[in-house]
């Protein structure tokens, strides 16, 4: 049996017309700027990007955000992703993720979720749409993790520390294990707006494994053996 479930998510940004309303009031001309000409110059010619930039960075706020992609594997088994194709089947989305985890639950003995900074993203975004949509997560599924505990493995700290970064694609590369390639995370809400749905769950589930790599090298040189 084994105790690791490799986990990754996929997000987008707000898809709520009346998010993006707040966020474009929120943003008005500098200071210095005080003509009604200049402020109309201003708006025409910076506010939009400015809008659009801000309401791209909500794919990394759980409040406002959205998932739009789950992939898992447990142990040494295939792995699996969930997609949605609209927002509105999110819900559906992380209740379907966690009775598949309530299937496993038998091979799932002391879980350790494990991912790249799954620790300051994954998890933490996870709980947030749960609370928001009013999911159930598993009880055993971590709550507040941190880098050291034992619920919980992040690639990405294990390798540059609590102080560092690494990209997943990056660490690849040091390993010697094939990287991203042509696609990225910062590509996905592009492919969702263009109903990629399919590719997006495949990239998902490259990143699983592509944990899973990481992980078991790392277990190599901790004298460890994957389970």
Same mark, same amino acid.
Not at 50 to 75: E, M, N, R
């Given at each position: 049996?084994?105790?690791?479930?490799?986990?990754?998510?996929?997000?987008?940004?707000?898809?709520?017309?009346?998010? #993006?309303?707040?966020?474009?009031?929120? /943003?008005?001309?500098?200071?210095?700027?005080?003509?009604?000409?200049? /402020?109309?110059?201003?708006?025409?010619?910076?506010?939009?990007?400015?809008?659009?930039?801000?309401?791209?960075? &909500?794919?990394?706020?759980?409040? @406002?955000? #959205?998932? %739009? %992609?789950?992939?898992?594997?447990?142990?040494?088994?295939?792995?699996?992703?969930?997609?949605? =194709?609209?927002?509105?089947?999110?819900?559906?989305?992380?209740?379907?993720? *966690?009775?598949?985890?309530?299937?496993?639950?038998?091979? @799932?003995? &002391?879980?350790?979720?494990?991912?790249?900074?799954?620790?300051? $993203?994954?998890?933490?975004?996870?709980?947030?749409?749960?609370?928001? @949509?009013? *999911?159930?997560?598993? =009880?055993?599924?971590?709550?507040?993790?941190?880098?050291?505990?034992?619920?919980?493995?992040?690639?990405? &700290?294990?390798?540059?520390?609590?102080?560092?970064?690494?990209?997943?694609?990056?660490?690849?590369? !040091?390993?010697? /294990?094939?990287?991203?390639?042509?696609?990225? =995370?910062?590509?996905?809400? =592009?492919?969702?707006?263009?109903?990629?749905?399919?590719?997006? !769950?495949?990239? %998902?589930?490259?990143?699983?494994?592509? &944990?899973?790599?990481?992980?078991?090298?790392?277990?190599? !040189? $901790?004298?460890?053996?994957? !389970?």
């Amino acid at each position: 049996m084994s105790s690791y479930l490799y986990l990754d998510i996929e997000t987008i940004p707000s898809q709520d017309a009346a998010v #993006h309303e707040r966020i474009a009031a929120s /943003i008005t001309p500098p200071g210095n700027i005080t003509k009604a000409e200049t /402020i109309a110059a201003w708006e025409a010619d910076k506010k939009p990007a400015l809008v659009a930039d801000a309401i791209a960075k &909500t794919s990394f706020d759980g409040a @406002l955000g #959205h998932i %739009c %992609c789950i992939g898992w594997a447990v142990g040494e088994d295939s792995s699996a992703s969930t997609d949605i =194709g609209n927002v509105h089947e999110e819900k559906q989305m992380l209740e379907f993720f *966690v009775s598949k985890l309530h299937e496993r639950s038998r091979q @799932l003995v &002391t879980p350790t979720v494990i991912g790249h900074n799954v620790v300051d $993203f994954d998890i933490r975004f996870i709980w947030q749409r749960a609370i928001i @949509l009013g *999911v159930r997560l598993p =009880g055993w599924f971590p709550r507040d993790p941190k880098p050291w505990g034992d619920d919980t493995f992040d690639t990405m &700290t294990a390798f540059a520390g609590a102080r560092n970064r690494i990209s997943m694609d990056n660490l690849c590369r !040091a390993l010697g /294990i094939p990287g991203k390639g042509e696609v990225d =995370g910062s590509m996905v809400a =592009g492919m969702w707006e263009r109903g990629e749905f399919a590719q997006i !769950a495949h990239y %998902c589930r490259e990143d699983v494994e592509r &944990t899973r790599a990481i992980h078991k090298r790392m277990m190599i !040189a $901790f004298g460890q053996e994957a !389970a």
